[in-house]
């Protein structure tokens, strides 16, 4: 049981885990590849202070080292799910689980929408993940659509199960609808037919409200108080998944603010518990 679980390791969800640390706490990063931040792609931030004509790239590696060389915990993946569980919540990461006391979604700005079909088919040949689900495809014909780093990889795990993998990625395609009647039986690309029995779509991230049953949105932003919290109990949320500007300065703050309220609501939590 880690205290503080933060889905995202970016600016924002570094700051919480250090933070919440500083408070006497365990924090567990979950994250994508930090190739996968939009981060990454940034060739100076000149506007963070201390750190002038940094790369996105080495701003990310420093923060992760500084979070690792502080004692935080690191889960490489997709969170899939968070589902609260009497007093704790259990994340789903992958086909790994990690079970934390309160969580802090600082899972960066979601600009996906679904794909027509997605949220139709999801658990009926729609799936997020291929080691959780490549099992029930072996021997069948699947498609992937690749948006992340790790999506290659994942589609040759595939293969190595004995799928038979279509796979997609930018420059295969752009549009996309999952077509079928109880089950996945189609995908369109680029307005192409393709016969498959599941698609899986592998993005770095899960939209929020996808991420947490209940979450308040507004529009694509979680809804936050002054001391970054949601509408759920527990449950905390910083950077640019709460909104503009989408800055590293301001992720950090906020991810300051949702270290401190974190780490207040687990000794709460601690303390009825005696
Ligand atoms: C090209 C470019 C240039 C920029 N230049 C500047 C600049 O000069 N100055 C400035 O202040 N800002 C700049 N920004 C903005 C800045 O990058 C963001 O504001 C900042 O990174 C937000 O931090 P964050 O932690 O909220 O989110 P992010 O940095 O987006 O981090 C979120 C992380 O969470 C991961 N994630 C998401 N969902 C999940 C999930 N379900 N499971 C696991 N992991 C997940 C993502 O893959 C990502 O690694 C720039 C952005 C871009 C794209």
């Given at each position: 049981m880690t205290d503080v679980i933060i889905i995202g390791g970016g600016p924002a969800g570094i700051s919480a885990a250090l933070t919440a640390m500083h408070r006497g706490k365990t924090a567990l990063?979950?994250?994508?590849?930090?190739?996968?931040?939009?981060?990454?792609?940034?060739?100076h931030i000149d506007n963070y202070p201390g750190l002038p004509g940094v790369t996105g790239r080495e701003l990310i590696e420093t923060l992760l080292r500084h979070a690792e060389g502080s004692g935080a915990q690191?889960?490489?993946?997709?969170?899939?799910?968070?589902?609260?569980?009497?007093?704790?919540?259990?994340v789903s990461v992958g086909s790994d689980f990690a079970e934390g006391r309160a969580v802090i979604l600082a899972s960066g700005l979601s600009r996906a929408k679904p794909y027509p079909g997605e949220a139709e088919f999801l658990g009926a040949g729609v799936s997020y993940c291929a080691t959780c689900d490549g099992m029930l495809y072996r021997g069948k014909k699947v498609a992937v659509i690749g948006l992340s780093a790790d999506a290659p990889e994942e589609a040759e795990f595939l293969r190595s199960i004995g799928c038979e993998v279509e796979y997609f990625?930018?420059?295969?395609?752009k549009k996309y609808e999952i077509l079928g009647s109880e089950r996945v039986e189609k995908l369109l690309a680029d307005g192409v037919e393709y016969e498959v029995s599941c698609v899986f779509i592998l993005r770095s991230g899960v939209a929020p409200g996808s991420l947490v049953p209940g979450l308040e949105l507004d529009g694509p932003h979680i809804k936050v108080?002054?001391?970054?919290?949601?509408?759920?109990?527990?449950?905390?949320?910083?950077?640019?998944?709460?909104?503009?500007?989408?800055?590293?300065?301001?992720?950090?703050?906020?991810?300051?603010?949702?270290?401190i309220s974190a780490a207040k609501y687990v000794e709460n939590i601690l303390k009825e518990e005696k």
């Amino acid at each position: 049981m880690t205290d503080v679980i933060i889905i995202g390791g970016g600016p924002a969800g570094i700051s919480a885990a250090l933070t919440a640390m500083h408070r006497g706490k365990t924090a567990l990063i979950v994250s994508s590849a930090p190739e996968d931040s939009p981060l990454w792609k940034a060739e100076h931030i000149d506007n963070y202070p201390g750190l002038p004509g940094v790369t996105g790239r080495e701003l990310i590696e420093t923060l992760l080292r500084h979070a690792e060389g502080s004692g935080a915990q690191l889960m490489r993946g997709r969170a899939l799910s968070v589902l609260p569980m009497g007093r704790s919540f259990g994340v789903s990461v992958g086909s790994d689980f990690a079970e934390g006391r309160a969580v802090i979604l600082a899972s960066g700005l979601s600009r996906a929408k679904p794909y027509p079909g997605e949220a139709e088919f999801l658990g009926a040949g729609v799936s997020y993940c291929a080691t959780c689900d490549g099992m029930l495809y072996r021997g069948k014909k699947v498609a992937v659509i690749g948006l992340s780093a790790d999506a290659p990889e994942e589609a040759e795990f595939l293969r190595s199960i004995g799928c038979e993998v279509e796979y997609f990625d930018a420059s295969r395609a752009k549009k996309y609808e999952i077509l079928g009647s109880e089950r996945v039986e189609k995908l369109l690309a680029d307005g192409v037919e393709y016969e498959v029995s599941c698609v899986f779509i592998l993005r770095s991230g899960v939209a929020p409200g996808s991420l947490v049953p209940g979450l308040e949105l507004d529009g694509p932003h979680i809804k936050v108080d002054a001391d970054m919290a949601t509408n759920v109990p527990g449950v905390f949320a910083a950077g640019d998944c709460v909104g503009a500007p989408y800055q590293v300065g301001k992720a950090v703050g906020e991810g300051n603010i949702a270290g401190i309220s974190a780490a207040k609501y687990v000794e709460n939590i601690l303390k009825e518990e005696k």
